[in-house]
């Protein structure tokens, strides 16, 4: 059974960082596009980054470029998110995601983890 296990969110105060990892189980990603995407309370889930591993190319919602890098380690079946100059907008369960396609479609990803929460403080 596949797995997708989120770690590493938590308390932040606006203008900090936080590196987020989502370890896979049960099979290997490194043929995956993997994602992240984040939910806050009241809002439907948005697309935060991805990383294809068919194109070798990451892409990011305009709302975190160049602040967030997405990033992964094939040989630990790791992605990270790391996430710097954080803002209280950005406070949100983060969740790591997996599929065949390249999209920022939450519907298209078949594979997620049970979320972490981020929590950034003004």
């Known amino acids: 059974q596949v797995q997708l296990v989120e770690s590493g969110g938590g308390l932040v105060q606006a203008g900090g960082s936080l590196r987020l990892s989502c370890t896979a189980s049960g099979r290997t990603f490194s043929s995956y596009t993997m994602a992240w995407f984040r939910q806050a309370p009241g809002k439907e889930r948005e697309f935060v980054a991805a990383d294809s591993w068919s194109t070798s190319a990451t892409y990011y919602a305009d709302s975190v470029k160049g602040r967030f890098t997405i990033s992964r380690d094939g040989a630990k079946n790791t992605v990270y998110l790391q996430m710097e100059s954080l803002k209280p907008e950005d406070t949100a369960v983060y969740y790591c995601?997996?599929?065949?396609?390249?999209?920022?479609?939450?519907?298209?990803?078949?594979?997620w983890g049970q979320g972490t929460q981020v929590t950034v403080s003004s």
């Open positions: 995601a997996g599929g065949a396609y390249i999209t920022t479609r939450p519907d298209t990803f078949a594979y």
